[in-house]
């Protein structure tokens, strides 16, 4: 069964380093997103990616953010200076389509994001 | 703007003993509404889904919710839990409208099943 793959699984940095997380969505979806769920907290919509542009950004997705396709498989986020607070759990997310039958978005397993 | 409320963060149950899981939202436009189950070090899993249609929707694992427009509610059900259903469960809305929707998520509610 096709699924949605994230690396590293791991993540520890310094405050102020940039990181990317890399996805891998599902081959033939279209509609990519990024959420991030603070330890003990709820998931929260970071951004949301199709057509090779941003769709919609939460208030978090400040200009410290940052998401790339570079190729027709990888979806990265990148954020350029971390801060303390940017410590969580990082979830990638596809679905075929924004209207569709099924519309359930597959989850990858996350990326633990630790800055110190 | 959508919210969804669970109002239980923790809920302890014995085994084989019945379950419900509450979830409220608020919406000023028509919703779709998930439940998703996180297992421990684990992502995000699709348990059930409400689009349109009947009220009482079946899902993986033995779960059931039904949608009460009135209420506003999509409450989780199971008649007979397994420890295995040990696990965080969300509660999540999106909208019905073209384009990419964003998930918007409850707090989530801790099921931990005893034996």
């Known amino acids: 069964e096709p699924e949605v793959t994230q690396t590293p699984s791991h993540q520890v940095t310094q405050m102020g380093q940039e990181v990317i997380l890399r996805c891998v969505p599902i081959?033939?979806?279209?509609?990519f997103y990024w959420y991030r769920q603070i330890l003990g907290q709820k998931v929260e919509f970071l951004v949301s990616?199709?057509?090779?542009?941003?769709?919609?950004k939460s208030e978090i997705f400040d200009d410290q953010f940052s998401v790339e396709r570079p190729d027709g498989s990888n979806f990265t986020l990148k954020i350029r200076s971390t801060k303390l607070e940017d410590s969580a759990m990082y979830f990638c997310?596809?679905?075929?389509?924004?209207?569709?039958?099924?519309?359930?978005?597959?989850f990858g397993p996350g990326t633990r994001l630790t800055v110190t | 703007a959508q919210s969804v409320t669970q109002l239980d963060s923790q809920v302890p149950v014995f085994e084989e003993a019945p379950v419900e899981l509450r979830c409220n939202y608020s919406?000023?436009?028509?919703?779709?509404l998930f439940w998703y189950v996180q297992y421990p070090n684990q992502g995000l899993q699709l348990l059930l889904k409400?689009?349109?249609?009947?009220?009482l929707v079946k899902g993986i694992n033995g779960f059931e919710a039904e949608f009460n427009k009135s209420q506003t509610s999509f409450h989780l059900r199971k008649p007979s839990v397994h420890i295995s259903d040990t696990a965080e469960y969300f509660c999540?809305?999106?909208?019905?409208?073209?384009?990419?929707?964003?998930?918007?998520f409850g707090q989530g509610t801790r099921l931990t099943i005893n034996p």
């Open positions: 919406s000023s436009v028509s919703v779709y």
């Open positions: 997310a596809s679905t075929n389509t924004g209207t569709g039958e099924t519309y359930e978005q597959y």
């Open positions: 999540a809305v999106s909208t019905p409208l073209q384009g990419a929707q964003k998930l918007v």
């Open positions: 990616f199709y057509n090779n542009e941003i769709s919609e």
């Open positions: 409400y689009l349109s249609g009947s009220t």
């Open positions: 081959s033939n979806h279209l509609y």
